[in-house]
């Protein structure tokens, strides 16, 4: 089973500034090496999709989130942080079964 | 609109059995591809199993934890997703949602639920 590991736990910015958020694999996924969506999870909501293949938005998100990386290393950015970004942010792989999510990064805005 | 609706969350003891429904509309769900996600309220996200589309074989595939004790089944003519969950253990108390994704030239958007709550407590 691959293994997701998101950094740093938590995330405390400021409005406008930019969030970086990491997500580590333990192996890569094969020939599904772009295979990476985000989540996005507000609280007392239920997640929803932010980026997949690694680099591409989801209908109708803003591009002041994007997405890079590819093998084990990725990384979700957020520019012009703004009050309603927060929630917790959480890597998936679905490139190899079982897919598995990363435990999470909470983002906090001043 | 694209709606998920779960249901079929309760209380139970350990070792009963359970079934939830999801119930899908405004997406093609017959070329749905389904999967079922828990979180464990607080925690994080637990992917749980993904059942393919009829066109695409039906095949189910679990994580670990519910291999040989869950199972995810579909009705197209139903627009409905089950998950069949037996042998239940306090660990599976969790948020279950059922989630899906739809691909146009456009791009792609993710669905979910609003979740059911299952707990397992004697």
């Known amino acids: 089973e691959i293994v997701l590991t998101q950094s740093p736990g938590t995330l405390s910015l400021s409005p406008g500034e930019t969030a970086t958020l990491s997500c580590s694999a333990s192996q890569s996924f094969g020939s599904s090496y772009l295979a990476l969506a985000w989540f996005q999870q507000k609280p007392g909501q239920a997640p929803s999709l932010l980026i997949l293949g690694a680099s591409t938005r989801a209908t109708g998100i803003p591009d002041r989130f994007s997405g890079s990386g590819s093998g084990t290393d990725f990384t979700l950015t957020i520019n012009r942080l703004e009050p309603e970004d927060v929630a917790v942010y959480y890597c998936?792989?679905?490139?190899?079964?079982?897919?598995?999510f990363g435990p999470g990064t909470k983002l906090e805005i001043k | 609109e694209v709606q998920l609706v779960e249901s079929g969350g309760g209380l139970v003891r350990p070792g009963a059995s359970l079934t939830l429904s999801c119930v899908a509309s405004?997406?093609?769900?017959?070329?749905?591809?389904m999967t079922w996600v828990r979180q464990v309220p607080g925690k994080g996200l637990e992917w749980v199993g993904r059942i393919k589309s009829k066109s695409d074989g039906a095949s189910v595939d679990y994580a670990s934890p519910v291999s040989d004790r869950f199972t995810i089944s579909r009705d197209d003519s139903k627009n409905t997703l089950y998950l069949q969950m037996n042998s239940l253990k306090t660990d599976d108390t969790a948020v279950y949602y059922c989630s899906t994704y739809n691909c146009l030239e456009t791009g792609c958007t993710g669905y979910w639920g609003q979740g059911t709550l299952v707990t397992v407590s004697s």
């Open positions: 405004g997406v093609t769900f017959t070329d749905a591809w």
């Open positions: 998936q792989q679905y490139g190899t079964l079982p897919y598995t």
